[in-house]
């Protein structure tokens, strides 16, 4: 599946982005759909997901609360509102699908190996 992640930016600490996952000629209705970011020199981490089976949005605990991921039928994209963003959340973000079952799901779409399928990623720069 080829991803396209755009509407990162630059932004002040408290503001709000709203990055956009796309997957021109597919639907996402069956992938497990995950938000990851990376900054130079550490691991890709996980941010969110959404699960293939039910929808069920998990998050990682240090943007719960803030962010939340959603699946945009009319516009076939998988969006990530990011609100009372902070500096520590400055990193490129990616966007990334899986078809794996899972015998759970809230856990499996937490782990970067679990996907097979990347976007190119978007800036998210936000100051102090």
């Known amino acids: 599946v080829q991803l396209q992640a755009s509407g990162g930016g630059l932004v002040q600490a408290g503001d709000s982005l709203r990055p956009s996952c796309a997957a021109p000629g597919r639907t996402f209705s069956r992938y497990h759909v995950g938000w990851f970011r990376q900054v130079p020199g550490k691991e890709r981490e996980f941010v969110a997901a959404?699960?293939?089976?039910?929808?069920?949005?998990v998050y990682a605990a240090s943007v719960e609360g803030r962010f939340t991921i959603s699946r945009e039928h009319a516009k076939n994209t998988v969006d990530l509102q990011m609100d009372s963003l902070k500096p520590d959340d400055t990193a490129v973000y990616y966007c990334?699908?899986?078809?794996?079952?899972?015998?759970?799901?809230?856990?499996?779409?937490?782990?970067?190996?679990?996907?097979?399928?990347w976007g190119q990623g978007t800036l998210v720069t936000v100051s102090s």
């Open positions: 959404t699960t293939q089976d039910t929808g069920t949005a």
């Open positions: 990334a699908t899986t078809s794996k079952t899972f015998s759970a799901p809230q856990l499996g779409v937490r782990a970067r190996q679990s996907y097979s399928d």
